[in-house]
């Protein structure tokens, strides 16, 4: 008797999901919206249980010290080397598949695009161009997966859908972006790994977009309907994500607006239909929504009960929910059961994958390890081929990070043993060296005795006199941020808020003690620094010199709120507890040591300085907080400047980072010979560096992203700011186009640019040979000579540019976009590498507002190689040409329009987004000036204009002058109409608004221009 279809190998995945199902019962499909239980099927079989478990793999293989730890995210970007990332991923997901019993899916890649430099978690992604992120994201995607396919070794769950790069309340804040922006930017890395077969799988964002949850977003469904061959997709919610959705998400929440109070989803939902839903309604409606929405995975972390919600709401009918609903999040789980081979034994090669404890042991995972630190490396400045250094010199080695390798939040718990620092590997390479943090060390007095620590570990001002067990080494991470290591016994500061005297731990403080006179005290406990998945990181205070004495405030980010932050009182024992607000304990404080220029002195007395400065991956920048600024730690700062004058030409200076930093005043240092970059770049990040400054290996990377020189180019945000959190630029803008972010669109002259990276040689380009002309459905190749013309065997990473010189949408479009890539390999002196670099003419593509789709335009391209300065060449693209837009017909705004200056968009309604017939948000002006604009709009015979609008109630909206100005040709164009705006009151509250038309003629560009911020309009219509 043969097997039934379900178990047979042979027989496509669809089919033999599709016979699963058809033996299940109603129940036991519904049983599944939570993993698949150990199931009896109608024919006797037993379905293996399967569930979705806890796995993160951003730059490694889980929370574990038995794994493999490669660069973090921005830095793999770096080495432009999709070849490495699907190495790296195939070690990731073997370890996983090697140690973890049942694990059989892993939360990445992070596909999210970086945008925005000052993004909480940037180190998490690739960079901010979204053609490269979408190759890194798919290359790193085959690698967890693997190639077979039917199976896969794990299930890449990329994340996060959609529109995630900011941490500012990011559970209820929504991500402003036009249509153009959506399709030609933020989607393009998620679509294409899809397209592609790699990723299968995707956690949603805890963000809005548009004033949509992300969780249970119209987007969804694009993303099964067109980007998979059939319709088969898992999503999962963002940890607590489902519990957000409970309690906020219905309203507003940004720097010009937040309500009283958080206002649910599904209430606000509930309260357009005329009713009031309690608490346990209030679950029946979010299950049913992220059902709706084509959610899979009914967990988020939390105890709700997600999966009766769901099977409650389909009882009910809620929102048109029937058992087929049910069955295609069942068909999701199985889809994932089959592909993981549990039902195939040996058939699937991955079974065959050893078990073992220890993984991370074998050679090629070590290897390739080191291979990413280095192809990862950037060199930023070389004046006078300052670098390698000199075989026989002596060096200083210098800085906060010159011994430390730290790991980030999403790194693996690999020990401090397997990771090199810098300082460890250069000792082994330079044997004449010497070492200076540069930190400053200082003395405190409280109550008129120094500040020392007691013998159980308690900060206690006891001391008459001043020693080493009275001063504290300073580490300066920026933005007041700051850490404290005793030096006496080694052992770094910290304060245990989480100490419970008074309640539950809140994350509004971080912390649960009152600090009363039993409260949580400053003690020297920890013997290293802490790092890794640590949530809160009681080491860091906020820290605030004043010309004699020092504010010691707030811990774990930001100061407690509203009761103050938290300060040290002066207990009668002289322990030092914390508590909340000024107690009037006055700490004085004493320089016993500045720290920069004693390791300036150190510099002296070598041949040369490496300066180490650069981030903590825990502070200011991390999950739940954007960076405050660009700027470099200050005392970092004076440390590089102070070294660099006293070894002029002879500085090299690495900066360690997650993220980009402004360091103009350093780029632009005559005693700065040189400047190389590096993310916290895992365990052998101290190896390749050592092997980089000693000139054993090139380094060839390139920045993924615009290192600015300021914030002035970044968008402003409105007037409720919030202190330590973002207070110069609107996180919440993601219309890149409008905002001129990152290197497509930016007018601002970087210090580095997108794309920067030097070398230890020199590379000549020769003349590029492309064809005259290409079908947009055909990919052509750009080929050219590259010829080294240095004297050191080097990587190259050769880029592809193009740009359209006829585009309908003019400078709207890049000026220079990329187009294509490849990292050369090993290209010897006097070497010339014949290399061709295949450029697909739908990754140009623009958006068609006339027909809602991707079109590839006709007309000439420029194309260019290199860094967007070297030879270039047209090619004539056949393609499609955009139609004028006829707004005869009522058209929603936010759908049509291509060109906007200080706008924002919200959803129409709720009750509309259910519909699912698109049309979902509204174009708000946020101050006078404000304008949105049309491309080529058929204007003859229009006499007249109509719009739906609507204005808001909130206090920060100016409606002293609602009306929209419809202008011609330009925002400041001919007036054709004024439009008054009835206040609405209510940024939901539509109504029909109308002006005749004067002067309409033609085919031109259309604008309204807004009057008074506070104005929304949902969609326009033109009368003939």
Known sequence: ??????????????????????????????????????????????????????????????????????????????????????????????????????????????ADIRSNPLAGRFEEGFGEDPLHVAAMTTAYAWGLRGRHPDYVRILPQMKHFLGYDHEYHRHRTSASMSVRALHEYQAVPYRKPVEAGAVHGAMTAYNLVNGVPSIISPILATLRDEWTPDGVFFFLPDGWDGVNLHTAKGAPWDTWEQPDADLPYPKALAAEEGRDIDRDEIGVYASGLMLHAGQTHFHDGSDLPFVAGAAEAVRRGLFGLTAADIDRAARDWLTFLVRTGLLDGDACEYNRIPADPRPHLRPEAAALALQAAREQLVLLKNADRALPLPDNASIAVLGPLADLNLRDYYSPLVPAERRTTPLAALKERFPDLTHHTGGDRIAWKAGGKYVTVRDDGALAATADTLGDDETFEVWDWAHDQHMFRHNGTGRFIAANLLQRDDGPASFANQAGASGEATGPLLRA?????????????????????????????????????????????????????????????????????????????????????????????????????????????????????????????????????????????????????????????????????????????????????????????????GPNTEPWRVDEVDMLEYDVIAAGLTYRYSQAEPVYAFGHGLTYTTFEYGALDVPASADARTPFQVSFDLRNTGDRTSDEVALVYAASKDSVYGDQVPGLQLAGFQRVKDVAPGETRRVAITVDPQDLFVWDVVNGRRVVETGTYAVVAGNGSGPGAEIRIEGETIAPLDLSEAANVWEKA??????????????????????????????????????????????????????TGAAWADLADPVIEVRAAGPDGPLLAEVEVPKTGDRQAFTDVAAPLEGAAGTQHLFLRFRAGGVYVESIRLTR
């Open 1 to 110: 008797m043969s097997a039934p279809d379900y178990l047979d190998p042979n027989r496509p995945v669809a089919e033999r999901v599709e016979a699963l199902l058809a033996l299940m019962t109603d129940e036991q499909k519904a049983a599944c919206l939570n993993g698949v239980p150990e199931t009896v099927l109608a024919d006797g079989f037993t379905l293996p249980a399967l569930q979705n478990r806890f796995n993160e793999v951003l730059h490694g293989s889980g929370h574990h010290a038995d794994a493999t730890l490669f660069p973090q995210a921005i830095g793999l970007g770096a080495t432009w080397d999709t070849d490495l990332l699907e190495q790296i991923g195939d070690v990731v997901s073997h370890e996983t598949r090697a140690r973890d019993t049942g694990v059989y899916a892993g939360f990445g890649p992070v």
């Open 898 to 951: 291509t060109i906007a200056q200080g706008v924002t968009y919200w959803e129409v309604s709720k009750l509309h987004t259910l519909k699912r017939e698109g049309g979902y948000h509204s174009t708000a002006s946020r101050r006078a000036g404000d304008y949105v604009g049309f491309t080529n709009v058929a204007l003859d015979g229009a006499t007249g204009i109509e719009l739906r609008t609507a204005t």
């Open 525 to 717: 406990d920890d013997d290293a620094m802490i790092d890794a998945n640590a949530w809160f990181t009681h080491q860091n205070f906020h820290y605030v010199r004043g010309a004699e004495t020092a504010d010691l405030f707030g811990m774990n980010h930001v100061p407690s709120e509203p009761d103050g932050p938290y300060r040290p009182r002066l207990a009668a024992d002289g322990t030092l507890p914390l508590s909340k607000g000024d107690h009037g304990t006055e700490l004085t404080e004493t320089l016993v040591e500045d720290g920069p220029a004693a390791a300036a002195a150190v510099a002296a007395e070598a041949d040369w300085a490496v300066v180490f400065v650069g981030n903590h991956p825990l502070v200011n920048a991390r999950e739940c907080f954007d960076r405050p600024g660009l700027d470099l730690a200050p005392r970092q700062a004076d440390l590089v400047r102070a070294v660099a004058a006293a070894k002029p030409a002879r500085t090299v200076v690495v900066v360690v980072s997650a993220y980009p930093l402004a360091i103009g005043d350093i780029a632009a240092d005559p005693n700065v010979a040189a400047i190389l970059y590096t993310s916290h770049a895992g365990q052998a990040a101290g190896t390749a560096l050592a092997e980089a400054l000693a000139g054993d290996y090139a380094p060839a990377g390139r920045l993924t992203s615009t290192w600015l020189a300021d914030t002035a180019s970044l968008p402003k945000p």
